[in-house]
């Protein structure tokens, strides 16, 4: 064979072989052929006044740079134009279009779609943040494992047309292998399996992940239809994760972290940034401002080792870090929203749990109440400034609370349940959309007795609503007169169910001293 033809082929080859490599091959039967290029749907997130980020992802086999147009309009048929334009995308991130549409008007609808060679994508619908309404909602979600059923809530949530955005507050993927062994209660919830078939810790591992949960048609769907603000937590990363490191003490850390923040940016349609930041901030007229946190790679220091552990007090011992601290409280102290919303993944408000049942220190650590100190300083710039009116949302627990926003709730000269004393303002926490929860490790009758002891006002006088054993999510309304938060649970999730009901409801009102049903 011709030399220059053999090392043309050589070079084809390998070409190929490096496009193929982006993801793992069993990812390809999961997606539906009618809709290539753009199996991976359109999406869109972080919604400014003016601006918002349209995201879509080619299925490719190429490793060439390839063109993508895409517009934007105000009615449906995008006959109304208001913004177009080409984008050049490369292998590199793995064919990631994302476009921060700008120039755009306050609170209005668009509709907006991609083309690539002739082809369509679906036709997405978002929305600009609104500077002057009087009601914003917000749907707040976390916590979606594949394996463990599949994502009705999302699908509940794509019919809605009474939402502004939806908060994802983390473990939007999970990064473990498929499950084998462990609690036989557990494994009778895996109804789906994971791809690859091992915990992720590199590049390829984790964008074939996310493009496994990106085929379900179910989140799909809901990506398709309202902009996202997100968030990561620990299973983006690996579980229990901090800045510098996770709870089995991983080698590599620094490149497995690198590599899950990259593929977390290539498929969130979250604004770009230098640091690859999910650290930002939201403004919604005088209404409302939220701060989105990041409690696990910014400055989290590593989790205590026991309640015992002399470092735990510690002033030393950072959930968010200094800087970032410093950003959230100077950021509060000069908003001039009515409400001040704080985006962040774990429960913020102190739980005493250690009457309801045994748990493994790691748990419990892993919460703000392992960072005690930073969470007190917290506290007193609120009490220092007489702030009220902060709700915090709330992921992580596969659970559903809500608090009364208080830095001590043991404590009479701090806070009282009766007179509200010491309250600031509210914690709502969401439900997971398909990770376990308490039913799904004990028996029913021991998650029953669990909610009964953790709500004995000796235990938790300022808890004021959980549930131990829903799938779902709730929304977060909120006008001049006051905050509620509205859970809606799932009938099912071991099969495609889209059927949801209101199930709660808590508010808080302007300035009040209580959560109230």
């Not at 659970?399 to 806070?415: I, K, M, N």
């Not at 002891?453 to 054993?469: A, E, V």
Request: overall charge positive.
């Amino acid at each position: 064979m011709n030399p220059l033809r053999l090392l043309l082929l050589v070079l084809l080859f390998c070409a190929k072989t490096q496009a193929q490599e982006l993801f793992y091959p069993e990812l390809k039967a999961l997606g539906e052929p009618a809709l290539a290029p753009f199996e991976f749907g359109v999406a869109s997130g972080d919604p400014l006044p003016d601006g918002v980020v349209i995201w879509t992802k080619l299925y490719l086999e190429s490793n060439q740079p390839e063109e993508v147009s895409w517009e934007m309009a105000t009615d449906t048929l995008l006959q109304n134009l208001v913004q177009t334009g080409e984008e050049k995308i490369y292998g590199t991130t793995a064919y990631t279009v994302k476009v921060d549409v700008k120039n755009l008007a306050p609170g209005t609808t668009y509709f907006y779609r991609f083309k690539h060679n002739g082809k369509f994508s679906p036709i997405g619908r978002t929305k600009t943040a609104s500077q002057n309404a009087d009601r914003l909602r917000l749907a707040v979600v976390s916590c979606a494992d594949y394996q463990g059923g599949y994502f009705n809530a999302f699908a509940h949530l794509a019919q809605r047309n009474d939402l502004d955005a939806i908060v994802h507050l983390g473990d939007y993927i999970y990064e473990y292998g498929v499950w084998r062994g462990g609690r036989k209660r557990m494994m009778k919830n895996r109804v789906r399996e994971h791809i690859p078939d091992k915990d992720c810790t590199e590049l390829k591992d984790y964008r074939t992940r996310y493009g496994q949960y990106r085929l379900d048609p179910q989140l799909r769907e809901c990506h398709r239809l309202h902009p996202f603000i997100v968030i990561w937590d620990d299973h983006e990363i690996a579980n229990n994760a901090n800045a510098t490191g996770s709870e089995r003490r991983l080698k590599d850390w620094e490149a497995r972290k690198a590599a899950a923040r990259q593929a977390y940016f290539e498929w969130m349609p979250i604004r770009e940034n230098p640091e690859r930041s999910i650290i930002r901030s939201f403004s919604f007229g005088n209404l409302a401002e939220m701060w989105m946190l990041d409690g696990r790679l910014e400055g989290r220091s590593r989790q205590a080792d026991s309640l015992n552990d002399p470092s735990l007090p510690s002033p030393d011992r950072h959930m968010l870090g200094q800087r970032q601290t410093d950003w959230l409280l100077d950021g509060i102290g000069h908003s001039e929203a009515k409400w001040k919303i704080i985006g962040n993944q774990v429960i913020f408000s102190p739980l005493n749990d250690s009457k309801v049942f045994d748990r493994r220190p790691s748990v419990r650590l892993d919460r703000w109440d392992g960072y005690p100190a930073e969470r007190q300083r917290i506290f007193d710039f609120f009490y220092k400034n007489d702030l009220k009116n902060i709700v915090v949302i709330t992921g992580d627990v596969h659970t559903s609370w809500a608090f009364d926003l208080t830095a001590d709730p043991l404590d009479p000269d701090v806070y009282d349940r009766k007179t509200g004393k010491g309250v600031v303002g509210a914690e709502f926490v969401t439900p997971s959309i398909t990770s376990f929860n308490f039913d799904e490790v004990v028996p029913k009758i021991v998650a029953c007795e669990a909610k009964r002891r953790f709500k004995k006002k000796k235990n938790n006088p300022h808890l004021r609503y959980n549930d131990l054993t829903r799938h779902g999510y709730f929304t977060l309304t909120l006008t001049q007169e006051r905050a509620q938060a509205d859970w809606f649970f799932i009938k099912r999730k071991d099969r495609v169910d889209v059927r949801g009901k209101l199930k709660a409801s808590r508010h808080i009102l302007a300035d009040g001293r209580k959560v109230e049903k």
